[in-house]
């Protein structure tokens, strides 16, 4: 399966266009880009991405709370998730890892690379899935 819809969950603006540039102008991937978990929570189910993208730090509500939020839906359990932020210790890194992130990206990111780094942990959170099934 190759990765096509990705949702991202960011409230900043300036981030939001360099990631649609990235993933839908460079890597050619569906997006729908939401300013917040509120948005993201009430569109996921009808967008139905492959891969969900999440800011960690938002106003309101954050990246963790989103994906809770989201992990809700029944047609959301498995969509594989990758957090991005700025502040990436250890100890936060597990965080989001322990919530059901599959990775953690560090901002500032390589623009150029993002999709391609996306489709890499796309297709190992399949293999993970696919061998989680068989045990």
């Known amino acids: ?42 569109q996921v189910e009808a967008f139905a991405p492959d891969l969900i993208l999440l800011d960690a730090m938002m106003p309101g509500m954050d990246g963790i709370q989103t994906l809770i939020e989201i992990r809700k839906k029944p047609n959301c359990l498995n969509i594989p998730a990758v957090f991005m932020t700025a502040r990436i210790q250890e100890s936060e890194k597990q965080e989001y890892l322990d919530v059901g992130a599959v990775a953690v990206i560090e901002k500032p990111f390589d623009a150029m690379s993002l999709g391609d780094r996306l489709e890499s942990i796309y297709q190992a959170s399949l293999i993970s899935q696919d061998i989680h099934n068989q045990e």
Do not use: N, P, W, Y
């Open 1 to 42: 399966m190759q990765l096509d819809k990705i949702l991202h969950v960011e409230d900043d603006e300036s981030i939001r266009i360099i990631v649609e540039m990235a993933l839908v102008d460079i890597s050619g991937f569906t997006l729908l880009a939401c300013d917040g978990g509120h948005e993201a929570i009430s």
